[in-house]
C-alpha cells in the first residue's frame, strides 16, 4: 500500500522552503525593530483552554478541532490558533511580573478541520504577535502598523486593511439584545447554524457565509454603530494614528472575526488579487478579557496572526521574488579526481567556517556538466580543483553569470574570501 500524506496537509521542501525562510527571516527582522521577543508553545494543549479560550459558539470549537483522548483518557487538542496557547503560557510562567507590555512572537503549525481548498488546509502555519499589559489606542496603532510594515517590506501592494470595532463589556450586552430583537422575527430564513448560534453566540451569526443569512444581516444593527461613549473615543484615537502613519483602511462595520475572545479594534488584512474567502492574508485584534477570564491578572491585550501559506501563495501570484539570505557568493566545486577530495576538504572548511555557501560535486569529473548543473542550482561559481591546482595550492574559479575565470593562490586566502563578498 502506498501511503500519502492525511488530506489537506503537504510536506514543505524546495522552493517552498526558500519562501517560507524568505518570509520568516523578513518577519524576525521587523520584530527585532519593534522589540518583540519570541516564544514557543506546545503543538497540542488541554481542550477546555480552546473551548473556553475561543468560545463554544464558535466555527472552530464546534466543527473544526482536532481533538483527541490520551492513552490516560485526558482531551487534548492541536491547537487551531496560537493566542490562546500564548495567554496560558505567559499566566503558567508569570511572564507579566517584568516590565509591561509584554511583547512576544511566534511561528507555529495550526491545525483546523476544514474543507481543503487552495489557501484553506488542514494544517497550516502561522507567525503572530501578542502584546499584553496595555489598553491604549496607540498601541493598536503600532500593531497595525507593525502588520502592514511587514507586508510592504516583502513588496505587497494590492491589499486592503478593513478595521471595526465590536465593542467592550459595556456596550455589548444592549447591542445584542437589540441584534436579537433584529433577528428572531426572521430566524426560519436563518441556517440550522445560524440558529444555534442566535442562542450560544448570537455575533457569530455575522461569521456565516451562506448567501440566505448574508442578505438577513445587511439590513442588521451593527455593533459599530451601537458603541458606548468609551469606545467610540478608543475607535476614534486607532484611526487618528493610523491617519498619521498615513496607512489606509476600510471600515466593515459588519466585520467580527470568528473568536469570542475579542473586544474593541480588530482587523484583517486581505488581498484584492484574490477573488475567493480564502483572500484574508491575516487577521487580528484586541482582547482585553481573555487573560483575567483564564485567572490571570488584569491584561488588555491585542496581537494578529499572519498566514504562512497564504502569504506565500500570493507572493508566488504577484512573482515577489525570495532573494538569498546569504549576500555573499556561492560555489559549486568540481575535483578532477577523488584523490583531491582531502585538497576540497581543506577548502570547504576555509569557505563554510566563513559563512560562504559552497558544495561538491560527487558524480562529475568534467567541467562542462558540472558548470552546467552549478547553473541550475544558481551557484555564482564553479571552483575547479585538478593537477595543476593542487600542484601550485591554488584553485581556479569561473565566475558563471560572468564568464570569467581567476586563478587564486591559497597562500593568500583572504584573495579567495574577497571574491565571494
Ligand atoms: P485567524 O484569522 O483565524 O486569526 O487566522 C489568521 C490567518 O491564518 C488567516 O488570515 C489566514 O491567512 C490563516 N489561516 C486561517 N485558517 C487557515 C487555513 N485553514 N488554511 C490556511 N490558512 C489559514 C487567528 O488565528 C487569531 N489567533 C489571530 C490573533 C492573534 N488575534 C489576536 N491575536
Not at 1 to 22: A, V
Not at 61 to 73: I, L, N, P, R, S
Not at 241 to 259: A, C, H, K, Q, T
Not at 351 to 366: A, F, H, Q, S, V
Amino acid at each position: 500500500m502506498s501511503l500519502s500524506s492525511p488530506r489537506g496537509t503537504s510536506d514543505i521542501f524546495g522552493e517552498e522552503i526558500k519562501y517560507r525562510d524568505f518570509i520568516i527571516s523578513k518577519a524576525k527582522d521587523i520584530f527585532k525593530v519593534f522589540n518583540f521577543k519570541e516564544i514557543i508553545t506546545p503543538a497540542f494543549e488541554y481542550t477546555e483552554l480552546f473551548d473556553r479560550g475561543i468560545g463554544e459558539g464558535t466555527d472552530i470549537v464546534q466543527k473544526e478541532m482536532y481533538t483527541f483522548a490520551d492513552k490516560k483518557g485526558r482531551s487534548l487538542t492541536l491547537r487551531p490558533e496560537g493566542t490562546a496557547s500564548v495567554v496560558r503560557a505567559i499566566i503558567e510562567n508569570k511572564l507579566y511580573a517584568k516590565d509591561l507590555p509584554l511583547k512576544l512572537f511566534y511561528i507555529g503549525n495550526m491545525f483546523r478541520y476544514e474543507r481543503p481548498q487552495k489557501g484553506r488546509s488542514r494544517e497550516f502555519w502561522q507567525v503572530g504577535v501578542e502584546v499584553f499589559g496595555q489598553s491604549q489606542p496607540i498601541l493598536d496603532a503600532e500593531v497595525i502598523w507593525l502588520l502592514n510594515s511587514f507586508y510592504k517590506n516583502l513588496g505587497f501592494k494590492n491589499l486592503k486593511l478593513l478595521l471595526n470595532s465590536i465593542g467592550c463589556v459595556e456596550c455589548r450586552p444592549s447591542y445584542i439584545k437589540s441584534f436579537k430583537e433584529y433577528i428572531k422575527p426572521r430566524m426560519d430564513m436563518l441556517c440550522s447554524d445560524c440558529r444555534f448560534r442566535f442562542d450560544k453566540s448570537p455575533l457569530r451569526i455575522f461569521d456565516c457565509k451562506k448567501d440566505g443569512c448574508r442578505k438577513i444581516l445587511e439590513k442588521a444593527p451593527k455593533i459599530n454603530d451601537n458603541l458606548c461613549d468609551n469606545c467610540v473615543r478608543y475607535f476614534k484615537s486607532v484611526k487618528k494614528y493610523l491617519d498619521s502613519l498615513e496607512i489606509d483602511y476600510e471600515i466593515d462595520s459588519g466585520m467580527v472575526r470568528g473568536f469570542d475572545y475579542y473586544s474593541r479594534t480588530i482587523f484583517e488584512i486581505i488581498s484584492l488579487d484574490i477573488d475567493s474567502a480564502q483572500n484574508a492574508l491575516a487577521g487580528g485584534g484586541r482582547y482585553d478579557y481573555l487573560v483575567k477570564e483564564f485567572s490571570g491578572p488584569d491584561l488588555p491585550a491585542v496581537g494578529f496572526a499572519i498566514g504562512l501559506d497564504r502569504t506565500i501563495i500570493q507572493m508566488k501570484k504577484l512573482n515577489i521574488s525570495v532573494a538569498e539570505t546569504s549576500k555573499k557568493k556561492s560555489t559549486y566545486i568540481v575535483t578532477m579526481k577523488k584523490d583531491y577530495y582531502e585538497y576540497s576538504l581543506m577548502v570547504m572548511r576555509l569557505l563554510r567556517d566563513n559563512n560562504i555557501i559552497c558544495d561538491l560535486e560527487y558524480e562529475n569529473k568534467n567541467i562542462g556538466p558540472a558548470i552546467k548543473k552549478a547553473e541550475k542550482l544558481n551557484y555564482d561559481y564553479l571552483m575547479i580543483i585538478g593537477d595543476d591546482e593542487v600542484k601550485n595550492n591554488s584553485i581556479t574559479l569561473k565566475d558563471i553569470k560572468k564568464y570569467k575565470q581567476y586563478e587564486i593562490d591559497l597562500d593568500n586566502k583572504n584573495r579567495l574570501l574577497e571574491m565571494m563578498e
